[in-house]
């Protein structure tokens, strides 16, 4: 049983540039939750998928926004970076009703330069 | 809103000797479910407790061991016999019950550093 999967694992990217994550959930699974961790600091969670639509988002930007597929993967879309945008993205996927049972990708390494 | 304190950045110990992590949350949910991770330089979140609001039993798994206390809002967690693979970031989480649901609360996290 495949769990989470992420990718790319790393990603170099240019300031003003966009960038895409994508995120597969473990199998049984149907909520996507997308999460930031800057370095030396604590994830930061961005938002929620289920059933396509974002269910909860955290304070981030619009520059921040996502995709759900019909088939519960989830892209992560970051438009115009920043600098402070570098760090590890971490997906994590649950079943609804849930969400106190989350499993988390090994997540992806972006770099903004 | 919810917040979760882990006052210790770092903890350094000697093989054998015991870890204790500290963890102090806040949340104005009556049912929550708490949290603690390990973090290994390759970044994956490994789950390793969970607990919710209305189970307060303290228990022990292998070498962890955890204190949960509402009346102070902590949720201490402890290794026992440190080993060198311990060594790691860890971060306690909280997750509440209400417009919370499924969204995770974490720490700033505490390095433990264990040397042979």
């Known amino acids: 049983d495949a769990g989470v999967t992420q990718s790319p694992t790393h990603l170099i990217k240019t300031r003003g540039q966009q960038v895409t994550l994508r995120c597969s959930p473990k199998?049984?699974?149907?909520?996507v939750s997308w999460y930031q961790q800057a370095l030396g600091q604590g994830p930061q969670f961005i938002f929620q998928y289920y059933e396509e639509e974002e269910r909860q988002r955290g304070n981030f930007p619009d520059r921040f926004s996502g995709h759900q597929f019909p088939n519960y993967s989830s892209e992560l879309n970051v438009n115009a970076l920043l600098l402070g945008d570098s760090a590890l993205y971490l997906c994590a996927s649950s079943a609804l009703g849930q969400g106190y049972e989350q499993y988390f990708g090994p997540g992806t390494r972006l770099t903004v330069t | 809103a919810q917040k979760v304190t882990q006052a210790q950045t770092e903890i350094s110990v000697v093989e054998k000797e015991d870890v204790t992590l500290d963890c102090v949350y806040e949340?104005?949910?009556?049912?929550?479910?708490l949290f603690w991770y390990k973090q290994p330089p390759s970044g994956e979140l490994v789950f390793l407790i969970r607990?919710?609001?209305?189970?307060?039993q303290n228990e022990i798994s292998g070498r962890y061991s955890w204190n949960f206390q509402k009346s102070t809002s902590s949720f201490n967690f402890t290794i026992t016999a440190s080993q060198v693979v311990d060594s790691a970031v860890y971060f306690c989480?909280?997750?509440?019950?209400?417009?919370?649901?499924?969204?995770?609360?974490f720490g700033a996290g505490t390095q433990v550093v264990v040397t042979p």
């Open positions: 989480a909280l997750s509440g019950t209400t417009d919370s649901w499924g969204k995770f609360q």
């Open positions: 607990r919710n609001s209305f189970d307060e």
């Open positions: 949340t104005r949910d009556t049912t929550y479910y």
């Open positions: 199998s049984g699974h149907d909520t």
